[in-house]
């Protein structure tokens, strides 16, 4: 478990195609708060933590969002990105540890949450909740998907519940939103919460 921690592990399942839950697409419920977003959000300051093969960046890029931040600390699906996406501005492909980057750096309107949670080591999972909080403006928001299921062992993507999520959260965020999503992947449906939460303060 603790190997969820380190960069090398993720670019060797990157490296080997063995990222189980990939859907190879952008996730609907994602898909459909995208597109009833104003034209005026498109100017916004968004992160995309733990991206991966960033099926939901290039969705938001090809909508004309121009200030997407992606973040991984695997280099093998940034650079995945960037050639499926050779206009998308590099310095928006960042390359760096989540959990270390600066809130003095960085600020955002919103968080995009997907299957970067279920990806963490479960006793970080306080520490997410603190730096999504930080790297949010006032009144901002994380907006995703998180699973409402377990699953079998030891190895990611690991589980929650909507009891863990609202204990967890509720200490620097206002949940607007945490309720089973009607609109998932098949593949995924009655296993997914979608949140819509802002931070408090």
């Given at each position: 478990?603790?190997?969820?921690?380190?960069?090398?592990?993720?670019?060797?399942?990157?490296e080997?195609?063995?990222?189980?839950?990939?859907?190879?697409?952008?996730?609907p419920?994602?898909k459909?708060y995208?597109?009833?977003?104003?034209?005026?959000?498109?100017?916004?300051?968004?992160?995309?933590?733990?991206?991966?093969?960033?099926y939901?960046?290039?969705?938001l890029?090809?909508?004309?969002?121009?200030?997407?931040?992606?973040v991984?600390?695997?280099?093998?699906?940034?650079?995945d990105?960037?050639k499926?996406?050779?206009?998308?501005?590099?310095?928006?492909?960042?390359?760096?540890?989540?959990?270390?980057?600066?809130?003095d750096?960085?600020?955002?309107?919103?968080?995009?949450?997907?299957?970067?949670?279920?990806?963490?080591?479960?006793?970080?999972?306080?520490?997410?909740?603190?730096?999504?909080?930080?790297?949010?403006?006032?009144?901002?928001k994380l907006i995703?998907?998180?699973?409402?299921?377990?699953?079998?062992?030891d190895?990611?993507p690991?589980?929650g519940?909507l009891?863990?999520?609202?204990?967890?959260?509720?200490?620097?965020?206002?949940?607007?939103?945490?309720e089973?999503?009607?609109?998932?992947?098949?593949?995924?449906?009655g296993?997914?919460?979608?949140?819509?939460?802002?931070?408090?303060?």
């Open positions: 478990m603790d190997n969820v921690n380190e960069a090398q592990y993720w670019q060797q399942r990157y080997s195609d063995s990222i189980q839950w990939d859907m190879g697409q952008v996730s419920p994602l459909a995208i597109d009833q977003l104003p034209e005026s959000a498109k100017s916004q300051r968004i992160l995309v933590p733990g991206a991966g093969n960033a939901e960046v290039g969705y890029h090809e909508q004309g969002f121009s200030n997407v931040i992606l991984d600390f695997a280099p093998a699906p940034i650079e990105f960037a499926r996406y050779p206009d998308f501005p590099t310095k928006h492909l960042i390359c760096a540890d989540f959990f270390a980057l600066s809130p750096d960085y600020q955002f309107d919103w968080i995009l949450e997907q299957t970067f949670f279920c990806a963490i080591n479960p006793d970080r999972r306080n520490e997410y909740v603190q730096q999504m909080a930080a790297l949010l403006k006032p009144q901002g995703g998907l998180l699973f409402d299921r377990e699953f079998a062992g190895d990611i690991f589980g519940s009891d863990e999520y609202l204990q967890r959260f509720k200490s620097h965020f206002d949940i607007e939103i945490m089973t999503s009607y609109n998932s992947h098949p593949a995924r449906q296993s997914e919460l979608f949140i819509k939460l802002r931070v408090k303060g």
